[in-house]
């Protein structure tokens, strides 16, 4: 029998034979709830390995197409890295940056283990994936900083983001809606707060350190005896 992190994972493959789902969750200990709604610059944080697939270029087209009072109030953060073979990914982004003029909006970020200083700084974040994600841990994480999260409307994302509840859904590969759910947030501070505040609830009700260990050895033991 096998075992899906999340029910689009499952759906995907399609199998005959049985199957169970067993949600993702958290790897480390949930933060403290906090108050993200601020003033200042409003940071928008993509983690994730640049590549074909994490949208990081449509990201950085939403912001190109702010009118430019509002990206003056926007900074967005690429966090990651490439494969050793795969350094055109991050060339393309640069110069799509530079060519953009988005030189002082957008910054490049090596990877880190540690996300917790980035997600601390920021006031949403993005998940603008082109192709499904299993699960989508990265939204998750930002639920559990109380941040809301913008994500592709596609696989795993679209089951945790539920629609001005913890987030906003958007097509996948489509930067003028992901710009227009940018401005959704940066317009209204006290609805992008709440949004993150519905996301820590969510993720300390389901998604806990541990939970999901625990709910795999049981169903191991369903499986094995």
């Known amino acids: 029998k096998l075992c899906f992190v ?11 034979n049985p199957s169970r789902v067993v949600e993702n969750a ?13 003033l200042g610059v409003f940071c928008l944080l993509l983690p994730g390995r640049y590549n074909a697939i994490k949208g990081q270029d449509i990201a950085i087209e ?10 003056l109030l926007v900074h967005l953060k690429l966090v990651g890295d490439v494969y050793a073979d795969q350094h055109h990914f ?15 909006t957008v910054s490049l970020h090596p990877f880190t283990q540690d996300l917790a200083p980035y997600y601390a700084q920021a006031s949403a974040v993005l998940c603008p994936s082109v192709q499904p994600e299993s699960f989508g841990l990265v939204a998750l994480e930002g639920m559990a900083h109380s941040l809301p999260v913008i994500a592709s409307e596609i696989g795993g994302l679209a089951a945790l983001v539920q629609p001005r509840v913890n ?6 590969g489509d930067a003028k809606a992901l710009c227009a759910a940018i401005q959704t947030l940066l317009t209204a501070p006290e609805d992008a707060a709440a949004m993150g505040k519905a996301g820590y609830r969510k993720v300390k009700q389901y998604y ?14 369903e499986v094995f005896g």
Not at 208 to 221: I, K, S, T
């Open 6 to 16: 999340s029910a689009a994972a499952q759906q995907a493959f399609a199998l005959s």
């Open 26 to 38: 958290l790897q480390s200990p949930l933060p403290p709830q906090r108050n993200t709604q601020q």
């Open 62 to 71: 939403a912001v190109a197409l702010l009118p430019k009072e509002q990206r």
């Open 90 to 104: 991050r060339t393309r982004l640069q110069s799509l940056i530079e060519s953009r003029g988005l030189t002082t």
């Open 167 to 172: 987030g906003l859904l958007v097509p996948p």
């Open 208 to 221: 806990l350190p541990g939970r999901f260990e625990n709910d795999f050895r049981r169903y191991a033991r």
